[in-house]
């Protein structure tokens, strides 16, 4: 049984830090590119910052230089690190892991960032 199960998140102020961590089972973990999504009320769910089975990122501009993705193979894990968060931060953040058309997802953690 596949599990994705995200940490992390909670209640912080404008210009505070938060660090989600996405702990996985059920997949060899090394095959999989990495993921973390969000979504506010009422919008899209949107890509944050994704990191490869080969550690190549990538980052929604919005979040460029406030964040970073990082992978761990051998604890089948990954983070997001966010930094400098600001209010419209807030949302839903999902883990995401990706192999070819197999999509599997977290259940989400909430990141409130308050003005």
């Known amino acids: 049984q596949v599990q994705l199960v995200e940490s992390g998140g909670g209640l912080v102020q404008a210009g505070g830090s938060l660090r989600l961590s996405c702990a996985t089972s059920g997949i060899i973990f090394s095959d999989y590119h990495m993921a973390w999504y969000r979504e506010a009320p009422g919008q899209s769910r949107d890509l944050v910052a994704q990191?490869?089975?080969?550690?190549?990122?990538k980052y929604a501009d919005s979040v460029k230089g406030r964040f970073t993705i990082s992978r761990d193979n051998a604890k089948s894990s990954v983070d997001l690190q966010m930094n400098s968060l600001k209010p419209e931060d807030t949302a839903v953040y999902y883990c995401?892991?990706?192999?070819?058309?197999?999509?599997?997802w977290g259940q989400g953690t909430q990141v409130t960032v308050s003005s």
């Open positions: 995401r892991a990706s192999r070819g058309l197999v999509n599997y």
């Open positions: 990191i490869e089975r080969a550690g190549s990122r």
